[in-house]
């Protein structure tokens, strides 16, 4: 006779993926969308609201500096959540890096500018950025591991990837925010129709909540903490046991991050400075570009698992380096059909790196240290790729008044992302070892029956 067991096994099994991954990705969305409002700010807000009396490129350079400093703090997050997360768990990680992220973007709303109270306000302005870094910096870890960890090992690439939807998602509320905001307060805009996107971000926080309490802790994790591998010090047990892995995890991502940066926070004011076109003709091209990331993303996750992550990996590098000087040529035509396919096509390839980019970094290292090692090589990234990017651009564009210094930049960054890639050691996260131990084969479907 047929019990139902069988039948109720994997339904509660997929019933969690399913959990997992809408909690990671809403999570991720909601913090990206507070991490790319600030960036949006920049470019067009905070440069007269928190520097004013500057030339407008030192108000542009200040303006980037301050976000480049929540940059520098994300691998200090990767590195503080990254101990938890791989101590106590994912799940309970990531609601504190939610909370942080939330409530430093909602304080940023309310925050008075220089002719308010002078020199305070881009002194209050920059601890707010880190305190956005750190929460960021200790969310992608969390988000990916919950997602992919729930995954069979046959799917990582497409699970993984479901988080790094966090991006176009968060990019596409932020400046859809933005517009609407900008449409609405009119010439009120630069004085208080910013800050309602910002302080929005409290019900995010309150939706974000509500999801990722209802998930379950991921089966790898549970398996680390029954078989008593649970490492005391996870962020310097990888450093010292797995440092190749950490640091070309983060140069892999130069071709990716560093671009990607230029193409939604520097060409905002590369496009209105130097091309002379519209904010709102920028911003409606990159919500389209975004969009197209809701389907391009996954998409490229999945064709990892068919022909590989390293050979997916391998063409979005590539492709990006040839783009780099037809990007800024479609630009300085400033045709509108033609900067929007710029943007467009710029997402669309920097897509391809980042569509299987989390499984192929979350990958090199085991269930009990893969918090610390992916979150901190994915955040290295952000003190040599992500944050410097608009500050080298604006500072070639000032120095040459041209383009061509950028792309040639983007190709050197594609250049040594190429060279980590090649160097990053294959797939170390196999049983049998203290810092790969991964859960048996079934285990996931075993320890998901049993908490359901």
Known sequence: MTTSTPVSEPETVRSQRRRAVVASTVGTAIEWYDFFLYGTAAALVFPQLFFPGQSAYVGVLASFGTQFVGFAARPIGAAIFGHFGDRVGRKSTLVMTLVLMGVSTFLIGLLPGYATIGFAAPLLLVLLRIVQGIGVGGEWGGSVLLSMEWGSKRRRGLMASWPQLGVPLGLLASTGMVKLMSSASGDGFHSWGWRIPFLASVVLIGIGLYVRLRVLESPAFQEVKQEREVVRMPVLSVLREQPREVLTSAFVRLS?????????????????????????????????????????????????????????????????????????????????????????????????????????????????????????????????????????????????????????????????????????????????????????????????????
């Open 256 to 452: 990716e991050q560093a671009p990607f940066y230029l193409f939604i926070t520097f060409v905002l004011t590369y496009g209105t400075e130097k091309v002379g076109l519209s904010e709102a003709s920028l911003l409606n091209d990159t919500l389209i570009a975004a969009a197209v990331g809701l389907i391009s993303v996954p998409l490229w996750g999945y064709v990892s698992d068919l022909v590989g992550r390293r050979l997916t990996y391998g063409i979005g590098i590539a492709c990006v380096g040839v783009f780099a000087f037809p990007y800024f040529a479609l630009l300085n035509t400033g045709s509108s059909g033609l900067v929007m396919l710029a943007i467009v096509l710029s997402l669309f390839f920097h897509d391809i790196q980042y569509g299987p980019q989390a499984a192929l970094i979350a990958e090199s290292f085991g269930a009990n240290v893969r918090y610390s090692g992916a979150g901190l090589g994915y955040q290295l990234a952000s003190v040599i790729a992500g944050g410097p990017a608009p500050l080298i651009a604006a500072a070639i564009l000032e120095r040459t008044d041209s383009s061509v210094g950028i792309s040639w930049y983007m190709i050197g960054c594609c250049v040594l992302a190429m060279a980590a890639l090649l160097l990053m050691p294959r797939n170390t996260a196999e049983p049998g070892t203290t810092l790969s131990k991964e859960p048996a084969p079934g285990k996931a479907d075993a320890a998901a029956a049993e908490a359901g």
